[in-house]
């Protein structure tokens, strides 16, 4: 089994964001970065199937600039046998970068290309969809669970009111969700181990953008509200605060 | 090309909730474009509600069968949409599970750039901007794109609308297709409870209730609300077991916008108000008077939720003459 892992590097998700000067991207003075949380599930995903199989390769697959190296590392410590940077600048356009993902696996010879369902960035939630749309393979997003038999694939994601089965033929693309697995947490040895790996580069370029970031802003701040009282004496002021003020009773 | 196509959900022969919502944004961009609005219904059959399109903004209603609808098949939604859509500056789906995976698959098959879980969308000199947090809700984004987009708007994001018009409605054929997912069904929860995602109140607890079945003063207040009310929950409880995954609520839960989020024995983590920072209105009950939930709170009560929660319960039942 040959599982690729398609990995994003994000600002940790406790940092303060603030605006760059462009006005279009945030100031990344003093921002740590992590693998985006949900590749982590991808990560242990492929990890874990290679293991049972006790036979294959997991390669992960990042898409960036040279600081993205860094962030392979942590996956390759956890465990990935090696690593691919498409060397880059991605682009405001999902579906670019899609192609450019896509263009690299399209002769790969995976089973399994998984992917994060967001990164938790820009919220794109789009690439994963977008590679196997444009390989025409089969798709599950932001799943749960992942049983993988023979040729096959099993697995549920969340939809409103239920969990919703599928499955499908390999090779597929599926985007992780929280619920899939507890992802590992590199120990010493895999840091160690992670050094020696393969990490290949290959330069790439992303095609022209349809989407322009016209700006980016922080939200505007909820109006301070106030607190209507301490303990169950105050019931009564919210219950005439939300039937009168807000509405909503 | 001014006119805009929203890809209608249907689960089971019926249209989804949310259906509305998803018209009002798509009237008001085609009123801005000079255009017209075309719900697309792919279903086995006819489909329950689609007379109630025309009213929510929809110009014409585009009906599409196919025995492959009993179950969300992608492929053919997608080869269907794929027929019709180089007509259209937009194509618009709601932000559900179903949409989500939907709108990429799409924009890829179409050729065009994809804004996802937007919370506006208009027409700047004819071009489709939308608007939408990214970083978490820490950062709101503006994106203009050029050609048809596809565009992907958050349940409560807009409010339903009725304009009181039929939608003149039309056949269009489903096209050959290849079925590459085979969707075999929808598990519905052990207990049949609304989604926090669907739900007008939600009722989230965390970590301060002590103990799972603590979860129980939830639900008799979510049961006040009268069949309008999801129980919700921070991530610490999730994590710990105490209830099942898709009642998480923030940045790797569930986003919400209901029109009123309790947040019991929630501290406010950052990631937790990246869930619920847009719900109209946000109650607090916590104990520490500092809790950064308060921050973000419309109202709140300092207070031991063991006491100030079946208080609650039993006012909301009064008002609502229970
Ligand atoms: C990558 C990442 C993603 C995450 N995603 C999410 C997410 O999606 N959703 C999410 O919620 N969290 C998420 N978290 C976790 C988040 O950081 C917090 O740990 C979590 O939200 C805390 O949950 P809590 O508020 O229930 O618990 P706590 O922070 O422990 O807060 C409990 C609160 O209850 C109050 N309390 C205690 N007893 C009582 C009482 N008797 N009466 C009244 N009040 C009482 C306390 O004062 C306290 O404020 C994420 C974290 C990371 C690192």
Redesign the pocket.
Known sequence: MKIAICLRRVPD??AKIAIASNGTSIDETGVKFVPN?YDEYALEAGIALRDAAGAGETVVIAFGGDAVQETMRTALAMGVDRGVHLQGTPSADGLANARVLADHLRDGGYDLILFGKVA?DDYGQQTGAMVAELLGRPCATAITALVVEGGTAKVTREVEGGVESAHCALPAVFTCDKGLNTPRLPGLKGIMAAKKKPLDIVPTTAGDSRVTIVSLALPPERQAGRIVGEGAAAVPALMAALTTEAKVL | MADILCVIEQRGGAVRKGANELLTAARQLADQLGGRVDALVCGVGSVNGIDALGAAGADRVLTASHDAFAQYAPEAIVATVQSVAGQYAAVLLAATATGKDLAPRLAAAIDAPCGMDVTAVTAVNGAVRVVRPVYAGKAIQTLEFSGTAVVAVRPGAYPAAASGKAGAVESVAVPAFTPRLTVTGIAAPEKATLDVAEARVVVA??????EPQHFGLLEALAAAFGGEAAVG??????DAGWIEHGA??????KTVAPELYIA?????????L??MRTARTIVA????KD?P?FKVADYGIV????E?VPALTAAVKAAKGQ
């Open positions: 998700t406790t949380p938790v | 607890g965390g970590r301060g209730l002590g929950a921070s991530r610490a409880v999730v998480q609520v923030g940045q790797t839960g019991v024995g929630v501290s406010g983590a950052i990631q937790h990246a869930g009950i916590n104990r520490d809790a939930i207070g031991d939720l063991f100030v």
